[in-house]
């Protein structure tokens, strides 16, 4: 088992990355505040625990692989990946500029980023089909996708829920950021998942549910996530839109606006640790 990082230590990462994530947003004057802010301990529990890579050879063939299919959220990852050294941190402040690296949604091209992604119900679908390469490979690596919560209501996520079980993809494993809230409300306002758990498990999937700013839990679910055998494991985390800034926190005004000047000063003082 890979040895356990501090967890002061992750905090204060994940606490570096709501930083650069607000300044980004700000200095890009737009983009998605809120579901980028609720994910950040699952990418920090992530990446700087259970993902195998290496930032030098991103593309190497013992590679775990990532999927973003909640792609409007990837100033979190962006700021993650330049934690890991993928690109320099310089890099972020070009965040949605003409000719950046980091575009709005996930492009192919910059290190760490897989697949161009963001089309909502997409992400899982091609998750499937990596880990179906993976196994006729006979590769042990390990593929993993973050879904939002009200990315759920795409239908072609529930197919490709069957197809992973059908497949018994046990090399995969899907995490929802449960945050409660997608572009036009409160998720059991405009179309309700309960019980989302029962329905995971139903398709024949393994289900885990925690609290998805907790690092301890987050490391802890990624671990049995790998002791699951013979199905697809879904890890349900309960999130907070906005997470880290008291103003932003399920505020869904947020969802696709940038914060200001005056904002970005405000948080960045909540946010040091």
């Not at 809120?34 to 301990?41: D, I």
């Not at 998750?127 to 239908?155: F, H, Q, S």
Request: charge should be neutral.
């Amino acid at each position: 088992m890979t040895k356990r990082p501090d967890v002061k230590k992750l905090e204060r990462i994940a606490s570096e990355i709501r930083i650069e994530t607000v300044k980004m947003l700000t200095c890009a004057g737009s983009g998605h505040t809120g579901g980028s802010l609720s994910m950040v301990e699952l990418l920090v529990g992530l990446y700087f625990y259970k993902f195998r890579c290496d930032p030098e050879k991103p593309l190497c063939d013992t590679r775990d692989m990532f999927i973003l299919s909640k792609g409007h959220a990837c100033p979190a990852l962006y700021a993650t990946l330049a934690h890991m050294n993928f690109f320099d941190r310089k890099e972020l402040s070009t965040l949605r500029k003409l000719g950046t690296r980091l575009q709005g949604h996930p492009q192919k091209g910059l290190p760490g980023i897989e697949v161009s992604s963001g089309s909502l119900g997409q992400g899982l679908s091609i998750a499937n089909g990596c880990a179906l390469g993976a196994r006729l490979n006979k590769d042990p690596k390990r593929v993993y996708c973050i879904m939002g919560d009200g990315e759920l209501d795409e239908g072609q996520i529930w197919e490709a829920m069957l197809t992973s079980a059908h497949y018994k993809l046990d090399n995969l494993c899907g995490i929802v950021d449960n945050n409660k809230f997608q572009i036009d409300g409160r998720i059991e306002d405009v179309k309700g998942l309960e019980p989302l758990k029962d329905k995971w498990r139903s398709f024949n999937w393994g289900v885990l549910e925690i609290d998805g700013h907790n690092i301890e839990e987050v490391m802890d679910a990624y671990d049995e996530a790998e002791t699951i055998k013979g199905k697809p494991t879904v890890i349900i985390a309960h999130t907070v839109k906005g997470k880290g800034v008291s103003f932003f926190e399920n505020q869904n005004k947020y969802h696709g606006v940038a914060p200001s000047k005056e904002e970005l000063d405000r948080a960045i003082k909540e946010l040091e640790i």
